[in-house]
Protein backbone atom coordinates (compact mmCIF):
# COMPACT_ATOMS: atom_id res chain seq x y z
CA UNK A 1 0.00 0.00 0.00
CA UNK A 2 2.61 2.61 1.32
CA UNK A 3 4.69 1.61 -2.44
CA UNK A 4 1.12 2.86 -4.67
CA UNK A 5 0.87 5.75 -2.29
CA UNK A 6 4.47 7.12 -3.26
CA UNK A 7 4.11 6.23 -7.01
CA UNK A 8 0.83 8.20 -6.92
CA UNK A 9 3.06 11.10 -5.03
CA UNK A 10 5.78 11.24 -8.31
CA UNK A 11 2.80 11.06 -10.93
CA UNK A 12 1.26 14.10 -8.99
CA UNK A 13 4.62 16.41 -8.92
CA UNK A 14 5.62 15.62 -12.23
CA UNK A 15 2.21 16.60 -13.75
CA UNK A 16 2.65 19.50 -11.06
CA UNK A 17 5.89 20.66 -12.77
CA UNK A 18 4.91 20.30 -16.06
CA UNK A 19 2.00 22.50 -15.29
CA UNK A 20 3.99 24.86 -13.33
CA UNK A 21 6.78 25.50 -16.65
CA UNK A 22 7.51 28.87 -17.73
CA UNK A 23 7.12 29.49 -21.36
CA UNK A 24 10.14 31.18 -22.90
CA UNK A 25 10.78 34.43 -22.46
CA UNK A 26 10.72 36.53 -25.96
CA UNK A 27 13.02 39.14 -26.71
CA UNK A 28 11.00 41.91 -28.57
CA UNK A 29 14.45 43.87 -28.81
CA UNK A 30 15.44 41.54 -31.43
CA UNK A 31 13.94 39.20 -33.94
CA UNK A 32 15.08 36.04 -36.36
CA UNK A 33 16.25 36.37 -40.12
CA UNK A 34 17.83 34.33 -42.21
CA UNK A 35 21.18 35.68 -43.67
CA UNK A 36 20.19 34.19 -47.21
CA UNK A 37 16.91 35.54 -47.45
CA UNK A 38 16.37 38.79 -45.27
CA UNK A 39 12.75 38.75 -45.61
CA UNK A 40 12.08 36.14 -43.57
CA UNK A 41 11.62 37.41 -40.55
CA UNK A 42 10.28 35.53 -37.52
CA UNK A 43 9.98 36.43 -33.44
CA UNK A 44 11.40 32.78 -32.33
CA UNK A 45 13.98 30.35 -33.46
CA UNK A 46 13.88 27.99 -36.10
CA UNK A 47 14.28 27.31 -39.79
CA UNK A 48 14.33 29.68 -42.73
CA UNK A 49 10.98 28.51 -44.79
CA UNK A 50 12.74 29.13 -48.29
CA UNK A 51 16.43 27.20 -47.55
CA UNK A 52 16.26 25.36 -44.46
CA UNK A 53 19.13 27.06 -42.87
CA UNK A 54 19.26 28.57 -39.06
CA UNK A 55 17.78 31.76 -38.32
CA UNK A 56 19.81 34.02 -36.94
CA UNK A 57 19.19 36.39 -34.60
CA UNK A 58 19.63 39.92 -35.15
CA UNK A 59 19.32 43.22 -32.62
CA UNK A 60 16.60 45.42 -33.16
CA UNK A 61 18.25 49.35 -33.59
CA UNK A 62 16.81 52.90 -34.08
CA UNK A 63 17.54 53.84 -37.92
CA UNK A 64 16.59 57.05 -39.49
CA UNK A 65 14.81 56.95 -42.61
CA UNK A 66 17.34 57.19 -44.80
CA UNK A 67 19.48 54.46 -43.26
CA UNK A 68 19.92 50.40 -42.63
CA UNK A 69 21.88 48.40 -40.78
CA UNK A 70 23.30 45.06 -41.31
CA UNK A 71 24.14 42.16 -39.21
CA UNK A 72 27.75 40.67 -39.40
CA UNK A 73 26.30 37.65 -42.16
CA UNK A 74 24.67 39.82 -44.08
CA UNK A 75 27.55 42.18 -44.81
CA UNK A 76 29.63 39.19 -45.46
CA UNK A 77 27.68 37.19 -47.44
CA UNK A 78 26.78 41.13 -49.86
CA UNK A 79 30.40 41.62 -49.61
CA UNK A 80 29.44 45.16 -48.53
CA UNK A 81 33.18 47.29 -48.30
CA UNK A 82 33.65 50.62 -48.12
CA UNK A 83 36.78 53.06 -48.54
CA UNK A 84 37.76 56.33 -46.98
CA UNK A 85 37.22 58.98 -49.59
CA UNK A 86 40.24 61.36 -50.14
CA UNK A 87 41.43 64.19 -52.66
CA UNK A 88 43.63 62.89 -55.11
CA UNK A 89 44.85 63.62 -58.73
CA UNK A 90 41.85 62.41 -61.90
CA UNK A 91 42.43 61.77 -64.72
CA UNK A 92 43.32 63.98 -67.82
CA UNK A 93 40.21 62.66 -70.36
CA UNK A 94 36.58 62.21 -70.27
CA UNK A 95 35.20 58.90 -72.03
CA UNK A 96 31.81 59.41 -73.74
CA UNK A 97 29.78 57.11 -75.20
CA UNK A 98 28.26 57.32 -78.37
CA UNK A 99 26.61 56.13 -81.56
CA UNK A 100 27.71 57.19 -85.26
CA UNK A 101 24.67 59.07 -87.05
CA UNK A 102 24.63 60.55 -90.72
CA UNK A 103 26.08 63.92 -91.02
CA UNK A 104 22.86 65.65 -91.34
CA UNK A 105 24.44 68.33 -93.48
CA UNK A 106 25.14 65.73 -96.36
CA UNK A 107 21.82 64.43 -96.65
CA UNK A 108 19.85 65.15 -99.86
CA UNK A 109 16.43 64.86 -100.70
CA UNK A 110 15.91 64.73 -104.63
CA UNK A 111 12.22 65.01 -104.59
CA UNK A 112 10.11 65.42 -107.78
CA UNK A 113 9.53 68.73 -109.67
CA UNK A 114 5.95 67.39 -111.14
CA UNK A 115 3.33 65.65 -110.80
CA UNK A 116 2.76 62.41 -112.52
CA UNK A 117 3.67 58.69 -112.04
CA UNK A 118 6.18 56.83 -111.65
CA UNK A 119 6.87 54.46 -114.71
CA UNK A 120 10.03 53.12 -113.28
CA UNK A 121 12.59 53.23 -110.76
CA UNK A 122 16.08 51.95 -111.32
CA UNK A 123 17.10 51.78 -107.76
CA UNK A 124 14.79 49.93 -105.32
CA UNK A 125 16.54 49.12 -102.15
CA UNK A 126 17.36 51.11 -98.98
CA UNK A 127 21.28 51.16 -98.94
CA UNK A 128 21.75 51.19 -102.73
CA UNK A 129 24.76 53.17 -103.54
CA UNK A 130 23.62 56.09 -106.24
CA UNK A 131 26.67 57.67 -107.86
CA UNK A 132 25.72 61.40 -109.31
CA UNK A 133 24.14 61.49 -112.37
CA UNK A 134 22.72 58.03 -112.08
CA UNK A 135 19.45 57.30 -113.93
CA UNK A 136 17.09 57.38 -110.85
CA UNK A 137 13.24 56.61 -112.33
CA UNK A 138 11.42 57.29 -115.63
CA UNK A 139 7.98 59.32 -115.14
CA UNK A 140 5.11 59.97 -116.68
CA UNK A 141 3.55 63.59 -116.47
CA UNK A 142 0.58 65.22 -118.91
CA UNK A 143 2.09 68.41 -117.31
CA UNK A 144 5.02 67.68 -118.56
CA UNK A 145 4.13 66.12 -121.95
CA UNK A 146 2.31 69.47 -122.44
CA UNK A 147 5.17 71.72 -121.71
CA UNK A 148 7.36 70.02 -124.26
CA UNK A 149 4.46 70.20 -127.09
CA UNK A 150 4.84 73.93 -125.85
CA UNK A 151 8.55 74.15 -126.53
CA UNK A 152 8.44 72.40 -130.30
CA UNK A 153 5.71 74.29 -130.83
CA UNK A 154 7.55 77.34 -129.55
CA UNK A 155 10.30 76.62 -131.84
CA UNK A 156 9.01 75.44 -134.96
CA UNK A 157 7.05 79.11 -135.22
CA UNK A 158 10.33 80.94 -134.36
CA UNK A 159 11.99 78.82 -137.54
CA UNK A 160 9.06 79.75 -139.98
CA UNK A 161 8.11 83.07 -138.50
CA UNK A 162 11.47 84.34 -137.24
CA UNK A 163 10.47 87.71 -139.00
CA UNK A 164 7.05 88.32 -137.87
CA UNK A 165 6.65 91.12 -135.05
CA UNK A 166 6.02 88.19 -132.29
CA UNK A 167 9.11 87.20 -130.33
CA UNK A 168 9.22 83.83 -130.91
CA UNK A 169 12.50 83.67 -129.16
CA UNK A 170 10.92 84.47 -125.86
CA UNK A 171 8.50 81.91 -126.34
CA UNK A 172 11.03 79.15 -126.55
CA UNK A 173 13.01 80.81 -123.76
CA UNK A 174 10.02 80.57 -121.45
CA UNK A 175 9.02 77.10 -122.79
CA UNK A 176 12.78 75.67 -122.14
CA UNK A 177 12.37 77.22 -118.84
CA UNK A 178 9.16 75.44 -117.12
CA UNK A 179 11.18 72.57 -118.61
CA UNK A 180 14.47 72.87 -116.71
CA UNK A 181 11.94 73.78 -113.50
CA UNK A 182 10.34 70.47 -113.95
CA UNK A 183 13.68 69.50 -113.29
CA UNK A 184 14.98 68.19 -117.05
CA UNK A 185 18.59 68.79 -117.79
CA UNK A 186 19.80 71.08 -120.60
CA UNK A 187 21.11 68.41 -122.04
CA UNK A 188 17.63 66.78 -122.55
CA UNK A 189 15.78 69.76 -123.16
CA UNK A 190 18.71 70.37 -126.46
CA UNK A 191 18.11 66.57 -127.54
CA UNK A 192 14.56 67.48 -127.65
CA UNK A 193 15.01 70.77 -129.45
CA UNK A 194 17.11 68.82 -132.10
CA UNK A 195 14.54 66.01 -132.20
CA UNK A 196 11.68 67.86 -132.44
CA UNK A 197 10.01 64.77 -130.72
CA UNK A 198 8.67 64.12 -127.25
CA UNK A 199 8.77 61.52 -125.49
CA UNK A 200 5.65 60.31 -122.99
CA UNK A 201 8.21 59.43 -120.25
CA UNK A 202 10.92 61.61 -119.18
CA UNK A 203 13.70 60.00 -117.15
CA UNK A 204 15.04 61.85 -114.12
CA UNK A 205 18.49 61.87 -112.57
CA UNK A 206 20.32 62.20 -109.62
CA UNK A 207 22.08 65.16 -108.47
CA UNK A 208 23.94 64.03 -105.83
CA UNK A 209 25.97 60.79 -105.17
CA UNK A 210 25.19 58.62 -101.80
CA UNK A 211 23.65 55.86 -100.43
CA UNK A 212 20.00 55.31 -99.95
CA UNK A 213 18.49 56.06 -96.74
CA UNK A 214 14.85 56.49 -97.74
CA UNK A 215 12.72 55.08 -100.63
CA UNK A 216 9.38 56.45 -100.02
CA UNK A 217 8.22 55.65 -103.59
CA UNK A 218 7.13 52.39 -105.98
CA UNK A 219 6.85 51.69 -109.14
CA UNK A 220 2.81 52.75 -110.61
CA UNK A 221 2.71 55.30 -107.74
CA UNK A 222 1.42 58.81 -108.63
CA UNK A 223 3.96 61.55 -107.01
CA UNK A 224 2.90 64.86 -106.35
CA UNK A 225 5.21 67.98 -106.95
CA UNK A 226 7.63 67.88 -104.12
CA UNK A 227 7.13 64.19 -102.86
CA UNK A 228 10.23 62.99 -101.82
CA UNK A 229 11.68 60.41 -104.55
CA UNK A 230 14.66 59.19 -102.64
CA UNK A 231 17.23 60.32 -99.15
CA UNK A 232 20.81 59.60 -100.28
CA UNK A 233 23.44 59.87 -97.43
CA UNK A 234 27.18 61.26 -98.26
CA UNK A 235 29.19 59.06 -95.72
CA UNK A 236 32.50 60.54 -96.03
CA UNK A 237 31.75 61.90 -93.07
CA UNK A 238 29.65 61.07 -89.89
CA UNK A 239 28.46 62.58 -86.77
CA UNK A 240 29.34 60.69 -83.36
CA UNK A 241 26.52 61.86 -81.11
CA UNK A 242 27.38 61.34 -77.28
CA UNK A 243 25.62 61.89 -74.47
CA UNK A 244 26.95 63.59 -71.20
CA UNK A 245 26.01 64.48 -67.79
CA UNK A 246 25.16 68.47 -67.46
CA UNK A 247 27.12 68.11 -64.09
CA UNK A 248 29.99 67.17 -66.62
CA UNK A 249 29.90 69.93 -69.36
CA UNK A 250 32.02 72.73 -67.20
CA UNK A 251 34.73 70.36 -67.12
CA UNK A 252 34.72 69.35 -70.92
CA UNK A 253 36.96 71.39 -73.15
CA UNK A 254 34.81 72.57 -76.06
CA UNK A 255 37.76 73.38 -78.47
CA UNK A 256 40.11 70.60 -77.33
CA UNK A 257 40.68 67.08 -79.37
CA UNK A 258 38.51 64.76 -79.93
CA UNK A 259 39.85 60.93 -80.17
CA UNK A 260 37.36 58.44 -81.63
CA UNK A 261 37.48 55.17 -80.90
CA UNK A 262 35.09 51.95 -81.90
CA UNK A 263 34.99 48.65 -80.60
CA UNK A 264 33.92 47.56 -84.07
CA UNK A 265 37.68 48.52 -85.24
CA UNK A 266 40.03 47.81 -82.39
CA UNK A 267 42.91 49.93 -82.46
CA UNK A 268 41.00 52.40 -84.89
CA UNK A 269 41.91 56.01 -83.84
CA UNK A 270 40.43 59.12 -85.88
CA UNK A 271 40.98 62.87 -84.28
CA UNK A 272 37.98 65.28 -84.59
CA UNK A 273 36.83 68.18 -82.89
CA UNK A 274 33.68 68.96 -80.65
CA UNK A 275 31.65 71.25 -83.07
CA UNK A 276 27.83 71.00 -81.71
CA UNK A 277 26.97 71.15 -77.55
CA UNK A 278 22.89 70.77 -77.72
CA UNK A 279 21.85 74.12 -75.50
CA UNK A 280 19.02 72.09 -74.49
CA UNK A 281 19.35 69.54 -71.12
CA UNK A 282 16.89 66.55 -70.93
CA UNK A 283 14.85 67.23 -68.16
CA UNK A 284 13.76 63.43 -67.57
CA UNK A 285 17.55 62.55 -67.68
CA UNK A 286 19.38 65.79 -67.09
CA UNK A 287 21.91 64.28 -69.75
CA UNK A 288 22.86 66.59 -73.13
CA UNK A 289 24.23 65.74 -76.59
CA UNK A 290 27.50 66.44 -77.94
CA UNK A 291 28.42 66.35 -81.79
CA UNK A 292 31.78 65.19 -83.18
CA UNK A 293 32.54 65.21 -86.98
CA UNK A 294 34.00 61.95 -87.92
CA UNK A 295 35.92 61.74 -91.37
CA UNK A 296 35.07 58.72 -92.92
CA UNK A 297 36.79 59.02 -96.41
CA UNK A 298 37.34 55.20 -96.88
CA UNK A 299 33.58 54.27 -95.74
CA UNK A 300 34.12 51.62 -93.25
CA UNK A 301 32.43 53.42 -90.68
CA UNK A 302 28.57 52.86 -90.56
CA UNK A 303 25.84 55.25 -88.81
CA UNK A 304 24.49 52.90 -85.92
CA UNK A 305 27.84 51.78 -84.92
CA UNK A 306 29.02 52.57 -81.09
CA UNK A 307 32.06 54.59 -80.51
CA UNK A 308 33.59 55.81 -77.88
CA UNK A 309 34.73 59.66 -77.78
CA UNK A 310 37.52 60.64 -75.56
CA UNK A 311 37.82 64.38 -74.70
CA UNK A 312 41.41 65.68 -73.58
CA UNK A 313 40.70 67.99 -70.31
CA UNK A 314 43.56 69.43 -67.87
CA UNK A 315 44.37 67.30 -64.96
CA UNK A 316 41.89 68.25 -61.78
CA UNK A 317 42.71 67.72 -57.93
CA UNK A 318 39.42 66.65 -56.23
CA UNK A 319 37.36 63.74 -54.27
CA UNK A 320 36.87 60.91 -56.36
CA UNK A 321 35.39 57.83 -55.78
CA UNK A 322 35.04 54.43 -58.47
CA UNK A 323 32.35 54.79 -60.53
CA UNK A 324 30.00 51.90 -59.04
CA UNK A 325 30.10 53.38 -55.67
CA UNK A 326 27.99 56.12 -57.41
CA UNK A 327 23.66 55.14 -58.09
CA UNK A 328 22.40 57.14 -60.90
CA UNK A 329 18.76 57.30 -61.70
CA UNK A 330 18.80 59.53 -64.35
CA UNK A 331 17.48 62.39 -61.91
CA UNK A 332 20.26 62.28 -59.29
CA UNK A 333 23.55 60.76 -57.69
CA UNK A 334 23.50 59.05 -54.42
CA UNK A 335 26.43 56.90 -52.48
CA UNK A 336 26.09 55.19 -49.15
CA UNK A 337 28.16 56.25 -46.94
CA UNK A 338 29.18 54.11 -43.22
CA UNK A 339 27.49 56.08 -40.51
CA UNK A 340 28.35 53.49 -37.54
CA UNK A 341 29.31 49.42 -37.35
CA UNK A 342 27.45 48.08 -39.83
CA UNK A 343 25.21 51.00 -40.68
CA UNK A 344 25.03 52.82 -43.85
CA UNK A 345 23.19 56.18 -44.63
CA UNK A 346 22.25 57.27 -48.07
CA UNK A 347 23.53 60.63 -49.39
CA UNK A 348 22.58 62.95 -52.52
CA UNK A 349 26.18 63.83 -54.48
CA UNK A 350 27.22 66.40 -56.98
CA UNK A 351 29.79 64.06 -59.86
CA UNK A 352 31.48 65.49 -62.04
CA UNK A 353 34.39 64.80 -63.78
CA UNK A 354 35.05 60.70 -64.69
CA UNK A 355 38.19 59.22 -66.20
CA UNK A 356 38.54 55.24 -66.09
CA UNK A 357 37.30 53.58 -63.26
CA UNK A 358 37.12 57.14 -61.45
CA UNK A 359 34.68 59.61 -60.89
CA UNK A 360 34.93 63.34 -59.43
CA UNK A 361 32.58 64.22 -56.52
CA UNK A 362 31.89 67.46 -56.46
CA UNK A 363 29.29 68.36 -53.21
CA UNK A 364 27.50 66.17 -51.24
CA UNK A 365 30.65 64.08 -49.60
CA UNK A 366 33.67 65.94 -47.52
CA UNK A 367 37.31 64.28 -47.05
CA UNK A 368 37.48 61.65 -44.60
CA UNK A 369 34.08 60.54 -45.13
CA UNK A 370 33.79 56.56 -45.47
CA UNK A 371 31.93 55.61 -48.76
CA UNK A 372 30.53 51.72 -49.91
CA UNK A 373 32.34 50.96 -52.64
CA UNK A 374 31.54 47.70 -53.13
CA UNK A 375 27.90 46.30 -52.58
CA UNK A 376 26.09 49.60 -53.39
CA UNK A 377 23.62 48.40 -55.30
CA UNK A 378 23.26 45.24 -52.98
CA UNK A 379 21.89 48.08 -50.46
CA UNK A 380 19.96 50.02 -52.55
CA UNK A 381 17.79 46.48 -53.00
CA UNK A 382 17.71 45.46 -49.06
CA UNK A 383 16.35 49.10 -48.35
CA UNK A 384 13.64 48.98 -50.90
CA UNK A 385 12.97 45.51 -49.89
CA UNK A 386 12.82 46.36 -46.29
CA UNK A 387 10.82 49.45 -46.73
CA UNK A 388 9.00 49.59 -49.87
CA UNK A 389 10.27 52.50 -50.97
CA UNK A 390 13.73 53.61 -53.04
CA UNK A 391 15.70 55.40 -51.05
CA UNK A 392 16.44 58.40 -53.31
CA UNK A 393 12.56 59.14 -54.06
CA UNK A 394 11.82 62.43 -52.83
CA UNK A 395 14.96 63.70 -52.52
CA UNK A 396 15.61 67.23 -54.32
CA UNK A 397 18.87 67.73 -55.62
CA UNK A 398 18.63 71.55 -55.10
CA UNK A 399 19.19 70.47 -51.63
CA UNK A 400 23.36 69.90 -51.97
Known amino acids: MKKLISLFAIIVSVFSACNNKQPAKIDKDAYYTCSMHPQVMQDKPGTCPICHMDLIIVKKTASAADEIILNEEQVRLGNIQADTIRNGNIGDKTVLTATLN ?28 VAKGSHLYDLYSEELNNTKQEFIAALERKQQLDNSIIDFGALVQSAKTKLLLSGMSEAQVAALAKSGKASTLTSFFSGAAGYITELPVME ?63 TDTRVNLIRVTVP ?52 MVTTGLESGDRIEIKSGLQDGDVVVTSGAYLLNSEYIFRNGANPMAGHDMNNL
Not at 102 to 129: C, H, P, Q, W
Not at 220 to 227: H, I, L, P, S
Not at 304 to 313: D, E, F, R, S
Request: aromatic share 8%; net charge positive; charged share 20%.
Open 220 to 282: GQYVAEGNTIVKLADLSTLWAEAQVYASQLNNIDKDGVAIIQSPDFPGLLISGKIDFVNPEIA
Open 296 to 347: NSNGQLKPGMPAYVLIKNKMTNALTLPINAVLRDGKMNVVWVKSGKNSYKIK
Open 102 to 129: SDETKVNSINARVMGRIDRLYFKNVGDY
